[in-house]
């Protein structure tokens, strides 16, 4: 069985404002350090449904996106948050993505894929964009898993630095989703304190304190996360993928290595393969240090293929 790579030269048409971390060069820096992996399955990230979308946003949300984007130029959604004339189509191609993503892995088709897709999706909130994300990338993939492919339960494993504010918020209420992430706290957004577990204590939360580094982390996953994630019993992992606890980004300090990124994905595959015959979908989040990003996303994914 196989690792499928699922992107689409899109991103590149998702422009920022000069300086911005989540810049166009991210998705170069991603190519290069998965280009010498010749056994990955690459695929093309669709343009998905409207309909996708609305299984997690509503319909006056999506409307409000599509009127922001401009014919020319950029446009500032919030302050950290702009988008171009090729950002609705790199989004919906990004859900696209995960979608297919999910479809091929629950086919049998390949193990697992990872989706190489910018802009990101876990800040997105049911009806507001923030944090360089415009639509909820990874929750819309568990809501197709749940209702399209008829699933019982999707688990969510969120280890960008940044607590995923968005995807806990469209899947607060869904009982059928687990969403645990880790996160360096304090740090944007803000959110994510272990006292928030969800409408059905279906959210895990273990902020890290600043320059903790591997140890603590792999203890967050081993004694927290993947216990609650083994006793959930999922019949498929979702992953938020995020590499700015990278030691070099600039945007945090949790002074991860290269090689933590490695161990997690290992571990999380182990897991999947113990609960749910090995099946994950690993989309791109974070990651602002473009050499950190390349060899980051090269030890996911090579680990993936391993695994
Ligand atoms: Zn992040």
Known sequence: ??????????????????????????????????????????????VCTRAEILRCHPEAYLARIEAAIPETGLRALDADTHVSPGSLEAA?????????GVDAVLAGEVTNAFVAMRPPGHHAETSTAMGFCLFGTVAIAARRALDHHGLNRVAVIDFDVHHGNGTQDLLWEEERALFCSTHQMPLYPGSGAATETGAHGNVVNVPLDPMTGSAAMRRAYDDVIFPAVAAFKPDLILV?????????????????????????????CEVAGDLCDGRVVSSLEGGYDLDALRDSAAAHAAAMIAA
């Not at 069985?1 to 991210?26: C, D, F, K, Y």
């Not at 998965?34 to 695929?43: N, S």
């Not at 600039?250 to 994905?265: G, M, S």
């Open 92 to 100: 919906m191609r990004a859900v696209g993505g995960a979608c297919v």
């Open 1 to 46: 069985m196989t690792t499928a790579l699922i992107t689409h030269p899109a991103s590149l048409n998702h422009v920022t404002p000069p300086g911005h971390p989540e810049q166009v060069a991210r998705y170069g820096a991603v190519m290069r350090g998965l280009e010498p992996l010749d056994a990955l399955d690459r695929r093309e990230a669709p």
């Open 240 to 268: 938020s993928a995020g590499f700015d606890a990278h030691e070099a980004d600039p945007l945090a300090n949790l002074n991860w290595k290269t090689e933590d990124f490695a161990w997690i994905t290992r571990r999380i």
